[in-house]
């Protein structure tokens, strides 16, 4: 019998590690034997020795009978789900799968327009043709909130043949959409509710954050279990419920999207955080709320800064809760951009965030942040703050308006062809001056967060080219397009 005390991956792992034999197999250090000196002296040995492939005793993650299939059954129990999936190339292929599990070539999905990049893989991978729904916009906070249930609903009246619905939720600032009544409104049309929950894995362990997609009636929920539990980077899991989506579907969509050669130092993380947020979630989210809520409290306290909180969003109808721990800091009142608080306060003053913006910080407090950092942030604040102009930036620095400008406020639009399409279209190089009509051949983010600007069928915009040159110019990063000076652009030249 099975229960949350055991971690099946780790037992096995940690036993077939010691074990004394000649490894004729892969990987090629053969359990540290020939891995760099240099490397085994940093790291220590134990990592190497655990680097294992898919032993007999390991089980096999493409058709998991034993170690795998009960961990993957321990995770489902304490996320909520009916089936999980351990995903080893992060929630990437977790998102390139559930598209490819419930869409065809051709074939309609709901995609909100601040989908991350990964999205835009799976429509290529799938073939699958967006509609694409604008997140609520608030000009004051320079946010996109959450998704407006009436647009959703608007746009499936208008696209009754939408195979699915696709939503981010919570976003990278932490904002939660109504999925509830999201998730009734796709099942009232029959179809599945896809949740790009990446960083979301830790709701539901405890009562002060906000309700867990699967709770509230996703089909499939996508986590990144590394970005705020304890798991390592690039382990991740994918949680599913009812029979809306082909389990079979999904596990061969899963089976294109994942690594052959799955790490079991991945795995066993995925089973040792579950382990962790299972037997001590509460407790340990408890300690990590408390310290968010007094970083919060501190903060505020600091001239030119606004700490966004849940006044400030769920004075909106398309928000329905505001995780505490994503710390979102908009930093504009100082007169300076949020890259150039960032460069400060990671080169001069010790603290690092997690996504620097032309107009906010916002910093991911998870279990692992202690109140020596929270002591630190707040330090390395209040020195920031002493050193600027207390003068808020001119409006044509605001990102946000930029932003909000380059995605259209429409109910819903369409890219003139499938990103598919786009992508094996031939394409020809002119300068950005003159790109605005021409539909775009790359899909172009600032990054991160890595939401894209311009998607490869769209409609190239004067206002987006306009965000990605203040990006640029304010020192941000620019990925996905060829010419990384954004001199010129690359366009679809569909007369050849």
């Known amino acids: ?29 053969k359990q540290g034997q020939g891995a760099s000196t240099q490397l085994k002296h940093w790291l220590g040995e134990a990592i190497f020795k655990a680097d294992l492939p898919e032993l007999p005793e390991l089980d ?98 208008h696209h009754p043949d939408i195979r699915a619905v696709l939503l981010v939720s919570p976003t990278y600032h932490g904002i939660c959409s109504d999925i509830a009544t ?146 979102t800091v908009d930093v504009s009142g100082l007169g300076i951009t949020g890259l150039e608080a960032d460069e400060i306060l990671h080169s001069d003053l010790g603290v690092t965030v997690e996504l620097p913006e032309l107009r906010h910080l916002t910093l991911i407090i998870s279990l692992g942040n202690t109140s020596a950092d929270g002591r630190r942030c707040l330090a390395g604040f209040q020195t920031l703050a002493r050193t600027c102009r207390l003068a808020p930036l001119p409006v044509a620095e605001d990102s946000a308006l930029l932003q909000n400008s380059a995605w259209p406020n429409l109910p819903y639009t369409l890219p003139r062809i499938s990103p598919r399409d786009a992508f094996f279209a031939p394409a020809t190089i002119v300068p950005a001056t003159s790109a605005a009509g021409r539909l775009s051949a790359e899909t172009i983010s600032a990054y991160p967060p890595g939401i894209p600007t311009l998607v490869a069928g769209e409609e190239i915009t004067a206002a987006a080219i306009a965000y990605l040159a203040a990006v640029k110019q304010q020192g941000g990063c620019v990925t996905g397009c060829s010419d990384p000076s954004l001199t010129t652009l690359k366009v679809l030249n569909l007369e050849d």
């Open 60 to 157: 096999n993650l493409f058709a998991p009978e034993g170690i795998i299939h009960q961990a993957q059954t321990l995770a489902a129990k304490a996320f909520g789900s009916e089936y999980t999936y351990f995903l080893v190339n992060g929630s990437t292929c977790g998102l390139e799968a559930v598209i490819l599990a419930t869409c065809g070539p051709g074939e309609k999905i709901l995609v909100p327009r601040n989908a991350h990049r990964s999205v835009i893989a799976g429509l290529i991978l799938a073939g699958a043709m967006p509609v694409f729904v604008s997140p609520e916009y608030n000009s004051n906070l320079g946010l996109a909130l959450g998704m407006s249930t009436e647009a959703i609903a608007t746009a499936l009246t």
């Open 182 to 327: 999201i998730s009734q409104i796709a099942h009232a049309h029959g179809i599945p509710l896809l949740v790009d929950a990446a960083h979301g894995p830790h709701f539901g362990f405890h009562p002060d954050l906000p309700i867990s997609a699967l709770a509230q009636g996703a089909d499939l929920v996508v986590q990144s279990t590394h970005k705020v539990l304890s798991a390592f980077s690039q382990a991740s899991m994918l949680h599913g419920q009812g029979t809306r989506v082909s389990r079979n579907r999904l596990q061969a969509a899963l089976q294109l999207t994942q690594s052959t050669s799955p790490s079991y130092l991945l795995l066993a993380s995925l089973d040792a955080a579950r382990h962790q947020i299972a037997t001590e979630g509460k407790a340990l989210l408890s300690d990590t709320l408390s310290l968010a809520v007094k970083m919060r409290a501190q903060l505020a306290t600091i001239p030119g800064l606004h700490i966004i909180d849940k006044p400030d969003v769920m004075a909106c109808a398309s928000v329905s809760d505001l995780d505490l721990t994503r710390l």
């Open 1 to 29: 019998m099975l229960d949350q005390s055991q971690m099946p991956i780790v037992s096995a792992l940690r036993e077939s590690a010691g074990r004394l034999h000649a490894p004729f197999y892969a990987p090629g250090h």
